[in-house]
């Protein structure tokens, strides 16, 4: 009997063993999947990443290279590597054609602008849609954002006329001279981009999911509603400032057709505009690899200070409906 009864627990322990060993040999192929789809993951992001870089590589590398070289790469890993004459002739000269030192300025000048005046206008009409009882509120988020499917192209000959008919003002040394019209000057660039519908719909977005019980909170201190939008709601949102930021930045230093439109002077002109000059008479491509590279670093040099604050954004708010 002593001796059926000690057989029991190692039949019944053998039989577990059993049990538990598909269960074992699952949760290793389960873990050997995660491993070769993460490193599948890894494998297609690098890829992406190489493809996606190999215009901005290529533009460098031709920037410091003569025209006859970059065609004799052309057709080898060479023109992707930093090799041969290399110099920065075509820097020097790009400053010698166009007064490139000129155009950045205005163009840094102007984008700061707009997105300074561009966050602070389209946060405060979020912010009412969003915290404030307006009514019909619903209808008006509506109407701002049907405003997106109509092309800038369509709006820009009344937005010419619109503007040439604005009261302008100079300072001379006689005092204020009152005018007529934006045309060739610095507001004519920015005012019109000021307000965006989607940076209203994204601090919109963002400004919802914001508890309300904070700024019930504050009013309960005393405080009104612009206090609460300055010290409540907007030194939480700093992700959805940033993502605005970046979206209001890249239009305003790639814009290109409407500075062609509204401004003669060249003193007045921006970074984009200044690249027609390179395709009057000789076309010297190292020279125009050179001004790609130097009016593509601003942005570059903003995404990576932001792309945290960007990506956040995005995930969190950017897409809700």
């Known amino acids: 009997m002593a001796i059926s009864q000690v057989a029991i627990p190692e039949v019944a322990g053998t039989k577990s063993a059993q049990a538990s060993a598909p269960h074992a040999v699952l949760g290793r192929k389960t873990a050997k999947k995660k491993r070769v789809i993460g490193i599948g993951g890894w494998i297609l992001r690098i890829g992406l990443t190489v493809l996606f870089l190999f215009p901005i590589l290529f533009m460098f590398v031709s920037s410091l290279k003569p025209d006859q070289q970059i065609f004799g790469d052309l057709s080898s890993i060479a023109a992707f590597l930093p090799i041969g004459n290399i110099s920065m002739d075509n820097y020097a000269a790009v400053f010698d054609r166009v007064p490139a030192a000129r155009f950045l300025v205005n163009s840094i000048g102007i984008s700061a602008i707009t997105v300074v005046a561009g966050i602070l206008v389209n946060s405060l009409a979020a912010f009412a849609l969003s ?48 005018t007529k019209g934006w045309i060739d000057t610095y507001q004519v660039q920015i005012i019109p981009f000021i307000a965006n519908a989607f940076s209203i719909y994204l601090f919109h977005q963002y400004f919802e999911s914001i508890p309300k019980e904070l700024d019930e909170a504050a009013r309960m201190d005393g405080a009104g509603w612009f206090r609460i939008y300055r010290q409540v709601v907007m030194p939480l949102s700093g992700p959805a400032i940033a993502t605005v930021a970046i979206l209001t930045f890249l239009p305003a230093w790639n814009s290109y057709l409407w500075p062609l439109m509204v401004v003669q002077t060249e003193e007045l002109r921006p970074v984009m505009v200044g690249v027609q000059y390179f395709f009057q008479l000789n076309v010297s491509w190292g020279e125009v690899m050179a001004y790609s590279t130097l009016i593509t670093l601003p942005v570059v040099a903003l995404f990576i200070a932001f792309q945290r604050s960007f990506v956040n954004s995005i995930a969190s708010s950017g897409v809700k409906g």
Do not use: D, Y
């Open 131 to 178: 915290r404030m009882r307006v009514r019909g509120k619903t209808v008006i988020l509506t109407l701002i954002i049907a405003t997106l499917i109509v092309p800038f192209e369509t709006l820009a000959l009344p937005l010419v006329w619109w503007v040439n008919q604005l009261p302008s003002f100079e300072l001379t040394e006689f005092g204020f001279l009152f």
